[in-house]
C-alpha cells in the first residue's frame, strides 16, 4: 500500500511562489504516473499536473500553463510541484496522488495524500 504525504502548504500573497512536495513510501515509486490536483471550496477537485514514470513527459492544466512546474526525484521518493505568479485563484487544498495508468482523470489515481491548503491572498 502506497502511502503519499505533501509538505509545503502556506498562505503566499499573489504574485509569490510555493513549492509543494510529496513523499511517498510503501512501493515502487517510479512504476507509478504522480499528480498533483486541487479542491477549492464547493468546487469538484480537479486536475493540475502530472507526471510520467520517469519525469520525461508532464502534463498541465490550462489554469497553470507556464506558472507551475512538475517534477519527481525517483531516487528520493518524491514529486515537487513548484507554483510560481501565483493568483488568488489557485487557493485550494492540493493534493498528491500515485496511478498505474498516465490519465489525468481522479478515478485514475489510487493512492492519494491526505493534502496540503495553499492560500493565496489578493
Known amino acids: 500500500q502506497a502511502q503519499l504525504v505533501e509538505s509545503g502548504g502556506g498562505l503566499v500573497q499573489a504574485g509569490g511562489s510555493l513549492r509543494l512536495a510529496c513523499a511517498g513510501s510503501?512501493?515502487?515509486?517510479?512504476?507509478?504516473?504522480m499528480g498533483w490536483f486541487r479542491q477549492a471550496p464547493g468546487k469538484e477537485r480537479q486536475f493540475v499536473a502530472t507526471?510520467?514514470?520517469?519525469?520525461?513527459?508532464?502534463t498541465y492544466a490550462e489554469a497553470v500553463r507556464g506558472r507551475f512546474t512538475i517534477s519527481r526525484d525517483n531516487s528520493e521518493n518524491t514529486v515537487f510541484l513548484q507554483m510560481n505568479r501565483l493568483k488568488p485563484e489557485d487557493t485550494a487544498v492540493y493534493y498528491c496522488?500515485?496511478?498505474?495508468?498516465?490519465?489525468?482523470?481522479?478515478?485514475?489515481?489510487?493512492?492519494w495524500g491526505q493534502g496540503t491548503q495553499v492560500t493565496v491572498s489578493s
Open positions: 496522488a500515485a496511478s498505474p495508468f498516465s490519465g489525468t482523470k481522479n478515478y485514475e489515481y489510487n493512492y
Open positions: 507526471s510520467s514514470r520517469n519525469g520525461g513527459v508532464t
Open positions: 510503501g512501493r515502487t515509486f517510479s512504476a507509478y504516473t
